[in-house]
């Protein structure tokens, strides 16, 4: 999972939307991480002072990267159904 930082860093700069999916899996185990790691421990009052809080610290950066992807292109390009798709399964139906 650390390794994400670097490739990010490396790739990310000469093809950012190619990389998107990486993004996606830092976005998604950070999010994870901090709801059953940190966020329990914060509960106790046990998360900071602690290497889990440094951690924790670190990724409460996690907003801001989900604001710096093209939700519109991903949602576009990973997400949503083909049109050609919805087009010859509506053929193959008639």
């Known amino acids: 999972m650390w390794a ?3 490739a990010l860093a490396l ?3 000469l093809r950012p ?3 998107l999916p990486l993004m996606f899996f ?3 185990y950070k999010t994870v991480w901090l709801a059953f ?3 329990p421990l914060w509960q106790a009052g046990t998360l900071w002072g602690t290497p ?3 951690v924790a610290a670190s990724f409460l950066a996690l907003p801001l990267l989900a604001l710096v992807v093209p939700w519109g292109y991903a ?4 997400f949503a159904w083909p049109k050609n798709a919805v087009e010859s399964l509506r053929a193959a139906s008639s």
């Open 4 to 6: 994400t930082y670097p």
């Open 75 to 78: 949602w576009r390009t990973y």
């Open 26 to 28: 830092t976005i998604g």
């Open 52 to 54: 889990t809080g440094e």
């Open 11 to 13: 790739f990310g700069l």
């Open 17 to 19: 939307l190619r990389w």
């Open 37 to 39: 790691i940190a966020y």
